[in-house]
């Protein structure tokens, strides 16, 4: 199956900016996916096909897809941001990263 | 608004067989594909199962092909996963969750909120 690491964690200041990263051998040439998951609760798809933002989030999500690396954003990151977040790619089967925990200091 | 509630999970003995559901409302079901992805404690999402809008494709991981069937009723709205020869490891929430074909992709836009299931001696 298709392998996407991500880090396990990731700390960013409030209101600063926050960068996940999602790896795979020749990502750019997929479409990627991000899901937003806090404690409790299902996944919630905040950014599809690399940078498209789904009715009702925040614009200051955003996202990218170039070469081996694809990118999740946040900007002017608040307490509510605090979530562990996925990537996912379709591959002939569903794949869903490691997943990366984000704190906000 | 679109909903989708999982039932059938709860506490199963190893190697024992468990049937969940998933019914859907809000929106045509019939015109969707169907997944189920599983979390086991404190670890990452795990896509078991995809199932065409009228249940004539099934896709599995081959981690799971052979011991967990999708199937749907689309008269009843309602997806169903049948796993057998359960085991320890298959402890975790298990999620349905609508997807949407674009632009050669699949991505999932609407989650259930999941059913535990344990598998305990």
């Known amino acids: 199956s298709y392998e996407l690491p991500q880090p396990l964690s990731v700390s960013v200041a409030l209101g600063q900016t926050a960068t996940i990263t999602c790896g795979g051998n020749?990502?750019?040439?997929?479409?990627v996916h991000w899901y937003q998951q806090k404690p409790g609760q299902a996944p919630v798809l905040v950014i599809y096909?690399?940078?498209n933002r789904p009715s009702g989030v925040p614009e200051r999500f955003s996202g990218s897809n170039w070469g081996n690396t694809a990118t999740l954003t946040i900007s002017r990151a608040q307490a509510g941001d605090e979530a562990d977040y996925y990537c996912?790619?379709?591959?002939?089967?569903?794949?869903f990263g490691g997943g990366t925990k984000l704190t906000v200091l | 608004q679109v909903q989708l509630v999982e039932s059938g999970g709860g506490v199963v003995q190893p190697g024992r067989s468990l049937r969940l559901s998933c019914e859907g409302s809000?929106?045509?079901?019939?015109?969707?594909?169907m997944n189920w992805v599983r979390q086991a404690p404190a670890k990452g999402l795990e896509w078991l199962a995809r199932?065409?809008?009228?249940?004539?494709?099934?896709v599995y991981p081959e981690s799971v092909k052979g011991r967990f069937t999708v199937s749907r009723d689309n008269s009843r709205n309602t997806l169903y996963f049948q796993m057998n020869s359960l085991t320890f490891e298959d402890t975790g929430v298990y999620y349905c969750?609508?997807?949407?074909?674009?632009?050669?992709?699949?991505?999932?836009?609407?989650w259930g909120p999941g059913t535990l299931v344990t598998v305990s001696s």
């Open positions: 969750a609508r997807d949407i074909w674009n632009d050669g992709t699949y991505y999932f836009d609407y």
């Open positions: 809000g929106f045509p079901f019939s015109n969707y594909g």
């Open positions: 996912q790619v379709w591959d002939s089967r569903t794949a």
């Open positions: 199932i065409g809008h009228d249940g004539a494709l099934e």
């Open positions: 020749n990502i750019g040439s997929k479409s």
């Open positions: 096909t690399n940078s």
